[in-house]
């Protein structure tokens, strides 16, 4: 499979929680920050993501729940990263587009919808591309065309749980770096790291994806940082 090197880079809980709650108005990203005994602790994990690749590979529902619909980019100041945002709603407004065109070095779409906002700014913008499905959008080729048409190496994953399943499913997740936070979320509708259809027989068991650890670092303030490479050729016997 011609890809780029893929690492799902998030922050959760310790039983596996990638949001505070089942709602759009729960988020770790804000939430977090008011938790006594976690919020001491928050600031290494976004120290570790500008340590991460220069491609960035999210969501548009993800991405509006965090706010870009709301923010500002002085477009003479990129920083260097690109964007790669899977959003069919869209959950992107215009703004949130343009958000992403100014501070990308390059911002790729991936869309079935064919009225997303992203396609008006495109001739206005010189640094938009629109990687366009009809009816589906197959992740396979999409990252062969990352790698092959744009000449991406690396990419970092920070999607939600039911698109996270999909790619490790698909076998296009190399590795996890994940930074555990001191503390237990619970229910079952808050979405976790791997989501998505839960597997039903023996024979799903070839979905199940094996870890091999290659990192295991305490942080200060009780945090925790376990890095894996995904074992993606699995055999179950």
Sequence with gaps: ??????????????????????????????????????????????????????????????????????????????????????????????????????????????????????????????NIEILYYEGEIDFVDVFRRLKEDYRIDKVTIQTGGTLNSVLLRKKLIDKVKIVVAPCLVGGKNTPSLIDGESLHTEDDLIHVKALKLTNCQQLENNYVLLEYDVINDMEVS
């Design 1 to 126: 499979m011609s890809k780029p090197l893929t690492t799902l880079f998030l922050i959760e809980s310790l039983d596996g929680k990638i949001s505070t709650g089942d709602t759009d108005e729960l988020d770790v990203d804000k939430d977090f920050t008011d938790i006594v005994g976690v919020k001491e602790g928050l600031h290494q994990y976004y120290d570790l993501e500008k340590q991460t690749d220069l491609v960035s590979f999210n969501t548009g529902k993800v991405q509006a729940k965090v706010g870009v619909n709301q923010r500002s980019w002085d477009k003479d100041h990129n920083d260097d990263v690109s964007f790669v945002v899977v959003d069919n709603k869209p959950h992107l407004k215009k703004s949130g587009c343009e958000y992403f065109a100014k501070r990308a070095k390059v911002f790729y779409l991936v869309t079935t919808n064919k009225a997303h906002p992203a396609f008006e700014l495109k001739d206005q913008y010189g």
